[in-house]
């Protein structure tokens, strides 16, 4: 799934998703990657700075990427004068093994940095000048976090057919009530829901929850409080 980021108003930059047959304004662009930038005087995603992307990433966009689902969600980085796409999602840490030789069998690393304690790897495409910068993160969610920028919609395009899942709620959030899931959620439980969960779990077919639900040993009541929370016909 993409988003294409626009100007609003004062200039603050926001993602519209498109879910479904429905539209729904998605979150800002400050608000919706607080985890991304960094507060300096110079504005970061992931530990590069906006000039410093400008440079890596600068081979014009002209493929449109994403598949059928809603996750990941990719972010065009474009009305930022970046030619590139920035994707942030959860898996299960068992899932990072396959993610990663993925990237080692297409792409070069060529430098690391830290940012926020983290690597944050810079990688180069082995047969063209495609780039990605890549990192994980065990801090959040009882998973894990990846983030990424890339050029490559061929690296896009296989995350999206890759059936990559979010893991579901009762793995997040350790004893959470499932009869507290949903509605007017606060805090971290919104933001995973808004952000990983729901655009992952909205997109799938009765079959596919049947087979996530036996994935993750769902009890009933997990299962009756996810499907309320869908628009079921």
């Not at 998605?26 to 992307?53: A, D, H």
């Not at 829901?193 to 079959?207: G, I, K, T």
Request: proline share 4%.
């Amino acid at each position: 799934m993409v988003c294409q980021l626009g100007a609003r108003g004062d200039g603050q930059q926001w993602a519209r998703c498109s879910r479904r047959s429905k539209v729904r304004n998605c979150m800002s662009w400050l608000g919706r990657m607080k985890n991304v930038f960094k507060t300096t005087p110079e504005e970061q995603i992931i530990g590069y700075s906006f000039v410093e992307l400008k440079s890596i990433f600068g081979i014009r966009i002209t493929e449109t990427v994403g598949g059928p689902r809603n996750y990941p969600v990719f972010s065009a980085l474009t009305p930022a004068g970046i030619q590139a796409y920035y994707s942030s999602f959860v898996v299960d840490k068992a899932e990072t093994a396959h993610l990663e030789n993925l990237i080692n069998e297409r792409f070069s690393p060529i430098n690391e940095r830290l940012f926020n304690g983290l690597v944050v790897t810079c990688f180069q495409h082995r047969l063209s000048d495609e780039r990605l910068i890549f990192s994980i993160s065990y801090k959040e969610f009882n998973s894990a976090t990846i983030r990424l920028i890339t050029n490559s919609s061929e690296l896009l395009s296989m995350l999206s057919d890759t059936n990559i899942a979010a893991p579901p709620p009762w793995v997040v959030f350790d004893g959470y009530e499932a009869s507290w899931w949903g509605g007017d959620m606060q805090g971290t439980q919104r933001f995973y829901n808004d952000n990983y969960f729901f655009p992952f779990f909205s997109s799938l077919s009765p079959a596919e929850r049947t087979a996530y639900y036996a994935r993750y040993s769902a009890s009933e009541e997990w299962i009756r409080s996810l499907e309320s929370t869908l628009d079921l016909e």
